[in-house]
């Protein structure tokens, strides 16, 4: 009677997910692990762009929407960083190499590394968990690093303790040329030989150059004064970018709650530029 | 009504009261909406006639919360409600200044239209003190008489009384509107087969569309955070997965409900599929008066619930049991 | 045009559901609500609204997705089949329909909902012009002329027939049907009469309609941050009592959640309608972003005269249907916003 095909291609519907095996977990702080993720065939589950995102789920236990932390360079797997700060990540830190999950993505827009940071110099600026997009961007300039310009980290974090990555910051991000690293704790610490200071200060002492464009992503507190900051050593809106990880539900800008005004974070986020945050209502 | 709008800026002026939470008046003469008044001004919009049903005194959980008293107006079943809230601790008695009012009976639209009254443009006769016999309908498709009482709320027909049970002055006048008993329904329900009864409730109850506004407006629905609003449960309150879940729903609340539950007859006024909700918890009171005594939730704020308070003179469960 | 004589409608109803599965106005315990034809349902086409729009044809209040089984440390998964099958939506009026081309906005936008897609080229609907409107409806306002519902086919109760035209391909194949089965016949030229006579009365009354002139004039994307930012929201929203009765009886509120239901031997990941209404709608792990009542019930609004239209070509997410005007506990609807609105403006350019 019908000779459509619509219940041949049921699987491409963005709202069902794919199995996802983990393979392996690194304890990054006392309340952070990297998980990576592979199709149970092996292999990546997808393409991704850096700054997207993808729903993660333990069935049974709930579902929430995590930064794709590893690089599309990266032709073997994907990667999350996730702070354990609920039921679902609870459950997700008590998880072993070779358990399964399931995964849908990836979502959103990204960073835009391929148009307009192209041949920029650019400035990473993260806080805390606030560092898993955003390598994922930084890993992506490194692995072509003939299309950007200089690249100037800057993380800071509770303590040394806290700092996510820290054995690919030291052993790859240092290491790398033309990228300067410059990490940063909130408060003294035995052993800790670095800087010590809260980030937004810590970003106004390095004084750096007006000519880079700025990528931010931590705690909104963080944020709201490592971009007041910015303005001050004259940087323009224009040339700052966060991601807003927020709320999201669907992935897809149709379940109705992420929206700040009229855009939707999962699908016309989560990557923003400081001007477009500012033409949105003050909801987020 | 101008009686009620005059002491409501009288009480403002003195400063007994920081504002006013009554009833606005609607676009279209028969919508009126509960609202909150922060100064005389804003009062020329007050409304209070046959179209005000709705209890306040759930309201006046989150203005219990303000700074200053709050000048509420109760027609006399709303005070069961405040009374019961007192009692549950859920409502501040000192941030209140109650205006009984006076009540002959409040109206349901719902019932209006089923009577065949459609496109209303104005309506006459839902004075509040001075309710005429019979409405009188303007309507797109001519004029429309209908008489007072057959539009009435269910509740108002198995009408509390006139007596307020709790306020600091009384204004207007009352009429008795009682011409039921109160528990006839539920002993026709009673009396069905239990296979009638269940169809009864399986059509009656597989209407909810799981809104949730029986239990928003309800005054005995006071917890601050619902089970059924839990991530713990599989019992989404907005899921109908199942009829199963719709039924537990219900049930459940007026379980919940028992023994506080002054039958103020809201969860049937708002409900947008006319389930008859309040015939749950009235077959709940008519139980625990069979078994414990006559008992009224809300008829004042001190006395034990007949379900919170144990005594040797008690029904034995098995006579519970036995009864069904 | 066709047409069939009233008595003979349920001879049509049969013939319909013999073929595919027949939608209608069907009264359950006092209300009229679109369900499945079967012999005993009480057929209701004199009701002008149904309680729910009929979206849940297309759109179901809960609907499984999946189902999640597992096998120690494997995780399967089995989608839900597609609708695959036709059905017919008989009696949707023209408000109902428009509402489904604010939900092809956003369901059948890239990336497309397949479980909707699925049941909007699998339904065929048939819209009822109406006659005899409520104060309550203001369609107009946003372009539909429920006098000649715009649909697959478009049908008109007369007081002896139902007259039958169709106006796609979809409706043409099943009016062929229908009509090789014997059912419809010709109108006659006394029908196609009486059927104008019809369209110019309801059209004489929606013109004489209270909420017929209501100006949207304001509402658009410019505004947002105005009218986002007003004091009236926080005056408007005092008698909401938070519930989804509004969202749930609205034609054009697409907002939905997803969770889990443990089967016992699996998991069935489900979606079901939301309400932006819920204290809950937004809270998530990490916080909320809007806690309060009168951000909630701002939300509502904004998204549906301002949002909705500046990422939909200016098409308003409200068909002016009046489910709200008539279903909200405390009277609170859309047209008092609007009009809240309007009078503020007269305000200030008036004495203050």
Known sequence: ?284 | MQRLIDRAKELLADGTVVRVLGWKAGDMGYNPEPAMFDNAAELRNFVYDGFCGANLSKFMIEASKLEGKTLVFLKPCDTYSFNQLIKEHRVDRDKAYIIGVGCQGKLSMEKIKSMGVKAIESVSGADAFDAAEELTFETLYGEKTVAYKDAMLQRCHVCKGKEHMIYDELLGESKDTKDADRFAEVERIEAMSPEERFAFFQAELSKCIRCNACRNVCPACSCRKCIFDGTKYDSAQKANTTSFEEKMFHIIRAFHVAGRCTDCGECSRVCPQGIPLHLFNRKFIKDIETFYGEYQAGADTDSKGPLTSYTFDDVEPSIVAERG | MKKIVKENLPALFRAIAAQQDLFLPIKTAGQTNFGLWTEEAEVDLETLKTVKSGKDMFFPQSETLYTCLKDDKKIYIKPEALQDRNFVAFGMKGCDVKGLEVLDRVFLADPVDTFYAARRKHGIIVAMACNEPETSCFCKVFGVDCAEPSADVAVWLTSTALCWKAQTEKGEALTATLTAAGLLEEATEADLHHVEGEKAVTRAIVEKLPYMNLSLEGWNGEALNEKFNSPLWEKLYKGCLACGTCTFVCPTCQCYDIKDYKTGTGVQRYRCWDSCMYSDFTMMAHGNNRTSQMQRYRQRFMHKLIYFPANNDGMYSCVGCGRCVEKCPSSLNIVKVIKAFAAEKTNEGGAR
């Open chain 1, 1 to 284: 009677m019908c000779e459509c095909n619509c219940h041949t291609n049921y699987t491409l519907d963005t709202l069902i997910p794919q199995v996802g095996i983990i393979t392996d977990i690194r304890q990054e702080t006392p309340d952070v692990k990297t998980f990576r993720v592979n199709a149970p065939e092996g292999g990546k589950l997808f393409e991704h762009m850096p700054g997207q995102c993808a729903m993660v789920c333990v069935p049974g236990v709930s579902e929430a929407m995590f930064s794709i932390t590893s690089s599309p360079t990266n032709k073997e797997y994907q990667e999350f960083s996730i702070k354990r700060c609920g039921e679902l990540t609870d459950v997700l830190h008590s998880m072993q190499v070779g358990d399964e999950i399931t995964v849908r993505g990836p979502y959103g827009n990204n960073f835009p590394v391929e148009t307009e940071l192209k041949g920029k110099n650019l400035l990473f600026i993260a806080g805390g968990i606030g560092l898993a997009p955003l390598r994922s961007v930084i890993n992506y300039v490194l692995d072509n690093r003939e299309n950007y310009g200089t690249v100037d980290i800057v993380y800071g974090s509770r303590s040394a303790d806290d700092l996510v990555q820290l054995k690919e910051i030291q052993e790859v991000w240092m290491k790398a040329e033309g990228v300067n690293v410059h990490l940063t704790i909130d408060r003294p610490q035995d052993g800790w030989d670095g800087h010590v200071g809260f980030v937004p200060a810590y970003v106004k002492e390095l004084n750096m150059t007006t000519d880079k464009t700025v990528l931010i992503c931590g705690p909104p507190i963080m944020i709201k004064f490592v971009l007041a900051g910015l303005l001050e050593m004259g940087f323009s809106k224009e040339q700052v970018y966060t991601t807003l990880e927020l709320r999201m539900k669907c992935g897809i800008g149709k379940c109705g709650r992420c929206n700040i005004g009229s855009k939707y974070v999962c699908k016309d986020g989560p990557v923003f530029r400081f001007d477009e945050i500012d033409e949105l209502p003050n909801e987020y």
